[in-house]
Each structure stands twice: as structure tokens, then as C-alpha cells.
């Protein structure tokens, strides 16, 4: 999802304030989700797209193994994401990864 598109998709749903994103993943994003429970819009990222963002150069930057990705992401993202969970803030991002199938078919 585009930057663009994902921006018009938050501002049909001005009632749930200001909704936090991964600054720097904009190509990872993949849409929103709404929580029923505390009333909240969250962008949604793609975990692999996530990756991909940090293994490929941007200016100098990233331009990490995939091994490198997982630990940054998981460290500093990741961690970050829980951090301001715990702090009960809301529209906070959520961070999906695919099904993974291990059928013989």
C-alpha cells in the first residue's frame, strides 16, 4: 500500500486521532486493522517487507544480512512497538507475518 492510499484510508476515520507509524517502512505497510476492544485504528506492516526494507541500501543507512535485519527489527522495532503498547498508547502499529504452510500439497 502506498503512502498516498494509506493516508486517504486514515483520514476517512478522523475520530480516532493521531495514528502512529513505523517512520522509514512506509513500503511495508500493507493496510489498517480496527480493534473493536479499545476503539483503535492500527497500521499494519508486513514483518518480511520489514526486512526487505533494512537489507536493501537507503542512502547509506541500511544495507544489512538477513540475519542483521531480524536482530535490528526485532530489537529496536520490535521493541519499541511493545514499549509504547505497555504505555497503553493507542493506534499503535501492528506488525504481521504471513501463514507459513508445511503441507506435502
Known amino acids: 500500500m502506498c503512502m498516498k492510499c494509506l493516508t486517504e ?6 475520530d480516532y486521532g493521531p495514528v502512529l507509524k513505523m517512520d522509514g517502512f512506509d513500503d511495508a505497510a500493507v ?9 483503535s485504528l492500527h497500521i499494519v506492516y508486513d514483518y518480511e ?3 526487505s526494507v533494512l537489507m536493501r541500501d537507503m542512502d547509506g543507512m541500511f544495507d544489512m544480512s538477513r540475519e ?3 536482530e535490528y527489527f526485532e530489537y529496536n522495532c520490535m521493541g ?8 497503553a498508547k493507542k493506534n499503535v502499529p501492528v506488525v504481521m507475518e504471513g501463514l507459513k504452510c508445511y503441507c506435502p500439497n
Do not use: F, N, W
Open 9 to 14: 484510508e486514515l483520514e476517512e476515520y478522523p
Open 31 to 39: 493496510g489498517t486493522v480496527h480493534s473493536a476492544d479499545d476503539d
Open 49 to 51: 517487507k520489514c526486512l
Open 68 to 70: 542483521e535485519a531480524i
Open 80 to 87: 519499541s512497538l511493545r514499549s509504547l503498547m505497555q504505555g
